[in-house]
């Protein structure tokens, strides 16, 4: 089996729908398909910008270190998985090892996990060696609302809508310690004493800071508090870390085993959050390793639509240590239409999808009508 071509398809709503104080993810989308010569098609995308992904695709060679993915990869055994993710990062080392590059290999590593599953009959996490989960349980991820107020009636929301966990993130959080406190109670009182709530700082405060809100959260029974700090501060994670009565999750922002591994083992995070449309199945099984034999839990973070649900759950399924799956709950077609299967939470948890590969097919009328050009 070859590939014979790697197609990056630009999604976006139409801009009369799109602005900053609607959405903050799902707005756009990119899919890579990878085709073959035996009509097996993969599917993957990327958290990122998808215009940029697509660029970095489409691009033609610009020297040895510099190369657009497609063309590298056309023409190769799409089951020679982990050998294409060590050409697709060697051949473009002079544009890093993080960020983009990272960004659009993940899109193109998940369609060929899809590949393999198909062409194996198998779901995806049997072929990463078998689940520990055949189901996860699911918290709603959604922004804070303005005040403590409209906070809790999203959380009753949410719990209405069957999940037992709800995570709260994001701006206004960290403009003042008296709104902090009453965004943190109106979670609380929204979802109640039996359900689980997590909160995303959002990267807002400085450590000493973050010390103190987290014992101050500690009285709202906080399962989690994610990205207190700016993530570059990593002497700030290991200082704040070292003495948080909350356990703290950070990691979305990295991309890749080398940014993830270094953060791990300076930052002293209790749980790591790897986005597989940034880091790709096979650099994020590579983390989740390191992670797990550190002492480090891990989870996904997520934000985007149900291919990078798909991916998740057979990502998570696979890991030992995975005890919850964050699941975007952001109401825009794109975060919810590009595939046939919707993945939905029944009585807090979801299923992780059987069907060969991630066992999830694209509706083509939707990615025709928000495709761009």
Not at 211 to 230: G, M
Not at 257 to 283: A, K, M, P, Y
Request: contains cysteine.
């Amino acid at each position: 089996m070859k590939i014979t071509r790697v197609e990056a398809i630009e999604l976006r709503l139409e801009e009369k729908e799109v602005s900053e104080a609607k959405y903050s993810s799902a707005q756009d989308a990119v899919v890579v398909k990878v085709h073959t010569d035996e009509g097996i098609v993969g599917i993957g995308d990327s958290y990122s910008s998808p215009h940029v992904v697509k660029a970095m695709v489409e691009a033609p060679l610009s020297g040895a270190s510099a190369s657009g993915l497609a063309r590298l990869i056309t023409g190769m055994d799409p089951l020679d998985i982990r050998p294409i993710n060590h050409l697709l990062q060697a051949r473009n080392i002079r544009l890093g090892r993080r960020g983009i590059v990272c960004h659009a290999i993940a899109a193109i590593d998940i369609a060929l996990w899809d590949i393999a599953g198909k062409y194996y009959n198998q779901p995806v996490y049997q072929l990463l060696g078998g689940a520990f989960h055949k189901k996860l349980r699911a918290y709603a991820s959604i922004l804070f609302g303005p005040d403590g107020k409209t906070t809790a009636e999203i959380g009753k929301r949410w719990v209405n809508e069957g999940f037992t966990a709800v995570k709260f993130g994001w701006t206004p959080m960290g403009q003042s310690e008296k709104l902090d406190l009453e965004l943190v109670e109106g979670g609380r009182r929204g979802l109640g004493e039996k359900n689980d709530l997590i909160i995303d700082a959002g990267c807002c405060w400085d450590a000493n800071t973050a010390i103190k809100r987290a014992q101050q959260f500690q009285d709202y029974n906080v399962l989690f508090l994610e990205e207190p700090l700016n993530r570059e501060n990593v002497d700030g994670y290991r200082k704040l870390t070292s003495v948080s009565p909350l356990p703290i999750a950070a990691g979305e922002g990295e991309a890749g085993r080398f940014s993830h591994q270094s953060f791990i083992e300076r930052s002293g995070i209790n749980i790591v959050q790897i986005d597989l449309e940034n880091t790709g199945l096979t650099e994020a099984c590579r983390v989740a390793d390191f992670a797990e034999d550190h002492g480090v839990k891990v989870v996904n973070h997520f934000y985007t639509n149900t291919i990078g649900s798909a991916a998740g759950l057979h990502f998570l399924a696979s890991r030992q240590s995975a005890f919850i799956m964050e699941y975007c709950v952001e109401e825009t077609p794109i975060r919810w239409d590009l595939t046939r299967q919707k993945m939905p939470v029944v009585d807090g948890y979801v299923e992780v999808p059987e069907g060969p590969g991630l066992g999830v097919d694209l509706d083509e009328e939707v990615i025709a009508r928000y495709r761009v050009g």
